[in-house]
């Protein structure tokens, strides 16, 4: 007998009888936000930064503006033009993205309760990017934001399919060493969401 | 290093001994994991919905439990349709033999790997090591452990017992860093240039799984680091490996275990990554090993069965007082503390006969459990199995037998406790030795000069 057989055998045999899955219906006394500063607190509060795009504001001075003039800029976002784009090269050989300084893309929405923003490889084009890149950048209207996590699933159905979605909160961050937090671990050292009005 | 794990032989109490010599180290490694304890109480009283959070979690876990042939079977066929190659593995070494075939498959020698617990329960790194394969773990704290030929004292904080210069020693004779550097924000910067180095050059990269979901046939993997992902998108072929008891029914299900997860293990709102793996890349290969090793078979025991709702938070460790004051070495299983103790008599009952006895049985552990497991009650349970089957600790087993003979003769348990008030009143070193495991680290106290039986006599007249 194959082990997938066994397995299955044996788990058959040991399970108790069927309980009902129960309902995802919020209790009445379940928390509730402002979506937009909590968001924006939270974000901050886990090492990340907001920068809020008023009307009528030129995105891509402001995205100019805030991070050093020389760093080099990959842009797979639809929502402001410019800047360098993905090279086709990376697509067999990702590792070629080790130097991008700045990944610039969209996120589809944010989580109010904990900063989290979500973001699908159909929307960014190559799923390294925004773990490779030295500094992730996002663009994200700000009325696409959710109070928490169940509201959150509901959008990630609502909006599709995906092959590899991702919740990115923040920069990558380590606190192995005694507890001390460190931003920049593996991934990104600092992430900014730029909010769109 | 004081704490080394490769000590299977020695009991939990034993060990935690040894751990206690260094009383500085104890109170530090005590505090550490209490503030952490804190912070998880902070993020979860912030969530007015928190005990609803549990209570649906453990009761969507009863569900998977119920339900896990015909989840399994869906999971299977969904991921087989997104394009994954699902693998079964009924115990350790067919798990470990099935990810060495397939590095042996795509001719690779050098893989990396993000933190994986239940690799470790199947020793995959000595297996490979073994075989020749060199395995890099990517995961700061246990790359720290590693590069020390350690294992993970903790699940969700794998070098909880090193201190910084400690760390800064290890990385001066491994990764070259100058001696004496012991700041934690640069010796990270030079395991993220050292693993960086890995993880563009490496084409295998194995992963644990969080959450495996039925109705998508995707995997679900939570990092801070952005260890798993760093591994997982720059490789050909990603390997997961997961227990069959990480399966959750549905994608919405995630709403929930996402918001329980990062709070209850370290206060954080969420993980900084929580990545959803549902098809291949383009022109790569994602395997998934399903994993039973007496998983099936604890499903089958009543009383210990809620232990597979486990979603490895590690709060019952950070919460748990003897853990905190033993180390998580002294459990000597890849996964310590109280879980961990009632996981590993399921594996080897003779071999971890002792970790049902490494508890107080206070019950924190089930109090901050995010999908309510009976941790404490099972622990107990434990103990009752254990001494049926006589593998209970000999000493305890004795006192046991010997407290049973003397309360159920009311004359001579009256003559043995006034013997014992004398015994401690005139001659306080018969009690007072080491012979006795109550003195250790404690006073004795002083001893009553009546019973209460007398002291009743006495003045119920008056």
Request: proline share 5%; charged share 20%.
């Amino acid at each position: 007998m194959s082990s997938r057989s066994k397995i299955l055998a044996q788990v058959k045999a040991n399970q108790p009888a069927s309980v009902a899955l129960p309902g995802l219906e919020l209790p009445a006394h379940a928390a509730q936000w402002d979506a937009l500063q909590k968001f924006v607190e939270t974000l901050s509060g886990i090492g990340g930064r907001v920068i809020r795009i008023l009307p009528g504001e030129d995105v891509t001075a402001t995205l100019l503006h805030a991070f050093d003039a020389n760093s080099n800029i990959l842009n797979v976002s639809a929502t402001v033009q410019g800047f360098q784009a993905l090279p086709d090269a990376a697509f067999e050989e990702p590792a070629l993205l080790q130097n991008v300084d700045i990944a610039l893309m969209d996120a589809a929405f944010g989580v109010a309760e904990n900063g989290a923003v979500w973001v699908t490889e159909a929307q960014y084009k190559l799923r390294a990017l925004p773990f490779i890149c030295q500094h992730l950048a996002v663009l994200l209207p700000q009325q696409e934001l959710v109070a928490h996590m169940h509201n959150a699933y509901q959008k990630v159905q609502a909006i599709g399919q995906y092959d590899f979605g991702v919740f990115i909160a923040g920069p990558s961050k380590t606190a192995d060493i005694e507890q001390s937090l460190v931003l920049g671990a593996h991934g990104p050292k600092t992430m900014t969401v730029f909010l769109l009005p | 290093m004081s704490v080394h794990p490769n000590k299977p032989s020695q009991p939990h109490a034993e060990l935690a001994q040894q751990f206690n010599k260094d009383e500085d180290r104890v109170n530090w490694h005590d505090e550490t994991l209490w503030w952490i304890r804190q912070k998880r109480d902070k993020a979860a009283w912030s969530v007015p919905e928190w005990e609803w959070l549990r209570q649906t979690a453990s009761d969507i876990k009863a569900h998977v439990l119920s339900n896990m042939h015909d989840l399994l079977t869906q999971f299977e066929a969904q991921a087989l349709a997104n394009g994954a190659i699902v693998h079964w593995a009924a115990d350790a070494a067919e798990h470990n033999a099935i990810v060495h075939r397939i590095l042996q498959e795509n001719k690779v020698q050098q893989i990396v790997k993000s933190k994986s617990m239940l690799t470790e329960e199947c020793g995959l790194n000595e297996y490979l090591h073994e075989h020749g394969i060199d395995v890099v773990d990517t995961d700061l704290g246990e790359r720290i452990v590693q590069l020390a030929g350690e294992t993970p004292s903790h699940i969700v904080l794998p070098c909880i017992h090193w201190k910084k210069e400690e760390i800064g020693e290890l990385f001066h004779q491994h990764l070259h860093t100058p001696k004496g550097n012991a700041d934690p924000q640069y010796l990270t910067g030079a395991a993220r240039i050292h693993l960086r180095e890995k993880f563009l050059t490496r084409k295998v990269a194995i992963t644990g799984v969080n959450f495996a979901i039925a109705e998508t046939g995707e995997v679900v993997v939570c990092t801070n680091e952005g260890n798993a992902d760093m591994g997982t998108h720059l490789a050909d072929v990603h390997i997961a490996c997961m227990g069959i008891e990480k399966l959750i029914p549905q994608r919405q299900h995630l709403g929930v275990f996402t918001r329980l997860l990062a709070r209850s293990a370290t206060g954080q709102p969420i993980t900084t990554y929580t990545s959803h793996f549902r098809k291949p890349a383009p022109g790569r290969q994602l395997h998934i090993v399903l994993v039973d090793n007496g998983r099936s078979r604890q499903l089958g025991r009543e009383a210990f069965r809620n232990s597979l709702k486990c979603i490895r938070c590690g709060a019952c460790m950070n919460t748990c007082p003897v853990y905190r004051r033993s180390g998580g070495h002294s459990y000597k299983y890849a996964i310590s503390g109280p879980i961990g103790s009632i996981l590993a008599p399921n594996l080897d009952m003779r071999k971890h006969a002792d970790l049902p006895f490494a508890s107080t049985l206070c019950g924190s552990c089930t109090n901050v459990c995010p999908v309510k497991i009976d941790i404490h009650e099972q622990l107990y349970q434990w103990r009752q199995e254990l001494y049926k089957e006589g593998l209970a600790p000999k000493g305890k087993a004795v006192s046991m037998k010997m407290a049973g003979w003397l309360l159920g003769k009311p004359a001579l348990y009256r003559f043995a406790g006034k013997a014992a008030r004398t015994v401690l009143r005139l001659a306080p070193f018969m009690v007072k030795n080491s012979l006795n495991p109550w003195y250790k680290q404690r006073e004795m106290p002083a001893p009553p000069k009546q019973s209460f039986s007398e002291w009743y006599a006495k003045n119920k007249k008056a």
